[in-house]
């Protein structure tokens, strides 16, 4: 089995103790994990070490959005497709006036 290298309580100490965990993340500024019969169920954080996890996961998304975009960039063939075939019909050339805009 791997130990891991992270704090660690047992189910039973969170049950008899939660603020005693919370705490515990708190001072040592990491997770705590739970342990049940020797497995990991679940993570103890601060709100504020997840809400850095929460913003560091967004953060990575943004970062591979913008990687794919570049990307798409590099490799655009100039081909465009017409504004009909993307939405399935022709599109009309006359304003209705009543169309609920200004």
Do not use: C, F
């Not at 891991?4 to 994990?33: C, F």
């Not at 050339?93 to 169309?99: A, K, Q, R």
């Amino acid at each position: 089995m791997k130990v891991l290298d992270v704090p660690t309580v047992s189910i039973t100490e969170l049950k008899k103790d939660p603020a005693k965990v919370a705490k515990m993340a708190a001072d040592m500024g990491i997770g705590v994990y739970v342990l049940n019969r020797g497995k990991a169920i679940s993570v103890t954080l601060t709100p504020e070490q997840y809400a850095a996890l929460v913003a560091d996961q967004e953060r990575l998304l943004d970062l591979e959005v913008e990687r794919q975009a570049i990307e798409n960039i590099k490799n655009d063939s100039g081909e465009r497709i017409p504004a009909e075939k993307v939405i399935g019909h022709p599109i009309g050339d006359t304003i209705d006036p009543d169309d609920g805009w200004e």
